[in-house]
């Protein structure tokens, strides 16, 4: 496509449920990365793909996060038992081939909020 | 990112030049990043400058690097209304991929 998207564009849910977030990546991009951005803490990385490596789990913030990637292209943020803090914009970006001089090129994220 | 500076808040005239600045602290960063983002939207990257580099020059931005006292700045020439929006420096470190950004500069351009 010609540019990164994601679904929903905005989310509420109430504490406790589980909601998914969903990145569609720049087609021929083989690396995928989520972020998030809230007020406190500004923008953390969360999680990285890169072709069919190991993903790089080190950003989330609990085992209540996880994702995964289908075909090396789209990917799911699943967030179970949501909680207040959990309330942010998730941010999906994805690059061309993962290396620290590829650009990285966002979506315009879903805004979490959690009641 | 903890690691990234920039001062929070910065107001300029229309027409007049912006500089927008950004510390960081480890030394191994090589890659620096320069995202705009607008109210409601996701981020747009403006520019980069390698670590081998001392200054970019893209239209009306200019990047300098300073990599002795680690200091990045990020001139905005000729400033516009349009150009509101908050700037965020960012970091990637030898051999990492996951961008280490600062808290983001809000740059309010007014008439």
């Known amino acids: 496509g010609a540019g990164v998207s994601q679904s929903p564009s905005n989310k509420v849910t109430e504490k406790g449920k589980d909601v998914e977030l969903r990145c569609d990546p720049i087609s021929g991009h083989t690396a995928l990365y989520w972020y998030r951005q809230s007020l406190g803490q500004g923008l953390e990385f969360l999680i990285y793909?890169?072709?069919?490596?190991?993903?790089?789990k080190s950003g989330l913030p609990s085992d209540r996060f996880s994702a995964e990637r289908t075909g090396g292209s789209v990917s799911t943020l699943t967030i179970q038992r949501t909680q207040q803090e959990d309330s942010a914009v998730y941010l999906c970006?994805?690059?061309?081939?993962?290396?620290?001089?590829?650009?990285?090129?966002f979506g315009p994220g879903t805004r979490l909020t959690v009641l | 990112g903890e690691d990234v500076e920039q001062s929070l808040f910065l107001s300029v005239r229309e027409g007049d030049s912006s500089v927008i600045n950004c510390t960081y602290t480890d030394s191994s960063s090589t890659y620096l990043y320069w995202y705009k983002q607008e109210p409601g939207a996701g981020l747009q990257l403006l520019t980069y400058?390698?670590?081998?580099?001392d200054m970019k020059q893209d239209q009306r931005l200019t990047v300098l690097l300073n990599k002795k006292d680690k200091h990045l700045s990020l001139r905005i020439a000729d400033t516009q209304t349009g150009d509101s929006a908050i700037y965020f420096c960012a970091e990637i470190r030898n051999s990492g991929y996951a961008l280490n950004f600062g808290k983001g500069t809000s740059l309010l351009v007014t008439p």
């Open positions: 793909f890169q072709g069919n490596s190991a993903p790089d």
């Open positions: 970006a994805s690059s061309l081939w993962g290396s620290a001089s590829d650009t990285q090129y």
């Open positions: 400058i390698f670590s081998n580099m």
